[in-house]
């Protein structure tokens, strides 16, 4: 028998199978539900798998185009209650993040703030709090802090997450996967890369080390420094753009590129988002757009916009998440979201043991937290 990709993601994600075994013993999740929101593949299985060992009761959705069949089957097969199926329906999304909200979970796993913003309109009282895994949800959740008043821990506010999943993997697996789904060349290349936090740095780094000329663009002149000073072209927003053979997005914003843009772009320019939410790139906006003729889909998640002039615009996932996407969507390494999902679940515990209380709301992960999944991955890459 062959075992299958989520067999090899477990066999590697070497912390978490180390927290599971503790979790066996100590189960800090008796007689709690877990809620969860977040992108269904390989490595999440087995995140969700460690928090059921530690005695959780899972209520599981994923995120908008990323759940992965796959996944779904084996955490059903595992016990878990998963809610929905793959999707690019917002409104069909949102009914499954009601459903997960309707078993009222004592704890909440957010990846966006989808579910802790919807719990707030219709509050239960024995929530205990939760983590949020992005800069997104982030942004989204911080007016709320006076409506939440729960620990929630922001895993993407640890040190840990931004240089080992958003620099080094997110600018990995973006290269990985425009590979993978175009099959085009990066050599020599004009790249936009719109954002340059922990996962725009990632990006640009790495599409300059498949030798493409990069470009930066960040609404803040101090980042935008900082780019240049890190030796990318940082010219004026619409130069950029004008140049570009492909453009990236990891802003976290929206309307990033709209149907304005349109008389900008560069023919044969290809388009993609690396953000959380596919509301960066305003797909809808292009493929209506007066000026767009004719649209071309093809298999592997692309779309090809034809222009009256002449030119056409490719669009990788219509705007979704690409290195999520697309053929065989493996997203980032094994290790770096062993490493961010080893936090999660430390993080979890410490909610669930009252360990951290409502001073703690929407705030990143503890430095002792920190300290310890550290340890935890140097101890084991260099045992004795």
Partial sequence: MVSTRIDWVREHCRLLRGIAAEFGRTRPFDGLTVGTGIHLEAKTVALLLTLRDGGARLISTGNLNTTQPDAVDRLRAEGVTVIGAPTKDGE?????????????????????????????????????????????????????????????????????????????????????????????????????????????????????????????????????LRAHLDGFSTPPRDTAVADADIIVTVTGARDVLTAADLPLLRDGVILANAGHFPAEIDAAGLIGAAGVTGTTEYADDLLTLALRDGRRVHLLARGHMFNLAGPRPLGNSIESMDLGFALQARCLEAVARRSVDATSCVVPVPGTIDAAVARGYLDRKYPG
């Fill in 92 to 224: 069909v999304h949102a009914g499954y993040l009601g459903e997960v909200l309707a078993a009222e979970p004592d704890l909440i796993l957010d990846n966006g703030g989808d579910l802790l913003a919807r719990y707030l309109e219709r509050p239960y009282p024995h929530l205990l709090g939760g983590t949020e895994e992005t800069t997104s949800g982030r942004m989204r959740l911080e007016p709320l802090r006076g409506q939440l008043r729960r620990p929630i821990l922001v895993i993407n506010d640890s040190p840990i997450k931004q240089f080992a999943e958003n620099e080094h993997a997110v600018g990995q697996s973006t290269v990985e996967s425009f590979l993978r789904m175009t099959n085009r060349v990066t050599n020599g290349e004009q790249v936009t890369v719109f954002g340059y936090g922990a996962c725009g740095r990632g990006v640009a780094a790495n599409f300059r080390g498949a030798y493409a000329r990069v470009s930066v663009v960040d609404v803040d002149p101090v980042t935008r």
